[in-house]
T-cell receptor, first 109, second 113 residues
């Protein structure tokens, strides 16, 4: 069973900021939070990882509150090419990743 | 150019046949994984290997077999015992500190005809 809970789908329009929130109700002290993106018929690819507070890279930001019971992936000014499935995972080194169904983001023109 | 290479991209199998999906990596990953993905679903773990000559069953290992004779290669055989093999298969590698986690191949889509 997936350790995380996230919305099944979301719609947005081009140019908007999109925030996808994930629940980590059973997160362990040593767990990291990571997000992956998957396009149809491709393997998932890494987007961003964090432990707490805020992490930003060239494609996204990740917000993790102090209690670490949730995380929010923020995609600034989405485009049509951001239409994909987004997975949140929590893991500790040495453990296997557990993928839930993810959030299917549809960006509309 | 480093990565996880899966072949073939598309594979058709007749009922009752065994087929083998290839996964090769040049990232020096210690651990390698096979996942199955059905339409609209997440990824389910079939088998994984953390060192050469050793592998472990995942959540849905029945009807599948693997080998890990060398670090770079982790082939998956879909046997005739797998009753519903039509799916998208993904291979991944993992090493601590490399890409913050898993590196995935581009997948093989298997169809039973």
């Amino acid at each position: 069973l997936a350790k995380t809970t996230q919305p099944i789908s979301m719609d947005s329009y081009e140019g908007q900021e999109v925030n996808i929130t994930c629940s980590h109700n059973n997160i362990a002290t040593n767990d990291y939070i990571t997000w992956y993106q998957q396009f149809p018929s491709q393997g998932p690819r890494f987007i961003i990882q964090g432990y707490k507070t805020k992490v930003t890279n060239e494609v996204a930001s990740l917000f993790i509150p102090a209690d670490r019971k949730s995380s929010t992936l923020s995609l600034p000014r989405v485009s049509l090419s951001d239409t994909a499935v987004y997975y949140c995972l929590q893991y500790n080194y040495g453990q296997n990743f557990v993928f839930g169904p993810g959030t299917r983001l549809s960006v509309l023109p | 150019d480093g990565g996880i290479t899966q072949s073939p991209k598309y594979l058709f199998r007749k009922e009752g046949q065994n087929v083998t999906l290839s996964c090769e990596q040049n990232l020096n990953h210690d651990a390698m994984y096979w996942y199955r993905q059905d339409p609209g679903q997440g990824l389910r773990l079939i088998y994984y290997s953390q060192i050469v000559n050793d592998f472990q069953k995942g959540d849905i290992a029945e009807g599948y077999s693997v080998s890990r004779e060398k670090k770079e290669s982790f082939p998956l055989t879909v046997t005739s015992a797998q009753k519903n093999p039509t799916a998208f298969y993904l291979c991944a590698g993992y090493s601590p500190g490399v890409n913050y986690g898993y590196t995935f191949g581009s997948g093989t889509r298997l169809t039973v005809v």
